[in-house]
């Protein structure tokens, strides 16, 4: 049983456990971060008994990663602000789940300075 977190090898991880589970598509990363259509099982799809009982059970493996906290808010960074463009659909998300959903219509983020 595998719990992902973000920017932790979590892409790796989805894309492996896809192959190993027989997926063809297992190498498509967009398709791995899709919790609705790829094909992995997810806490949300069990019951809280089934849960509890997968949970408690010593048989099963549970694992997860962590990655030092320094680090991975710099490859956040990186990837959320240093390496997008600002008119990408992608960027004016994250800005706005970021700071509020009416950032967008606050701020002209095409236009505005970069790291001002």
């Known amino acids: ?3 992902p977190i973000p920017k932790a090898a979590n892409s790796n991880w989805k894309l492996m456990i896809r192959k190993h589970e027989g997926f063809e598509d ?3 990363l967009a398709l791995a971060h899709d919790k609705n259509r ?6 949300n799809h ?3 008994d089934d849960l509890k009982r997968l949970l408690e059970d010593k048989s099963i493996l549970k694992f997860t990663f962590a990655r030092d906290p320094l680090s991975r808010t710099l490859s956040c960074y990186l990837n959320k602000f240093v390496n997008k463009e600002k008119d990408s ?23 505005e300075e970069r790291y001002g």
């Open 46 to 48: 069990y019951s809280k």
């Open 26 to 28: 297992f190498e498509d």
């Open 89 to 111: 659909d992608e960027y004016k998300e994250f800005m706005a789940q970021l700071y509020d959903w009416n950032y967008i219509e606050m701020h002209d983020i095409v236009t």
């Open 38 to 43: 790829n094909g992995l099982k997810y806490a």
């Open 1 to 3: 049983m595998y719990c």
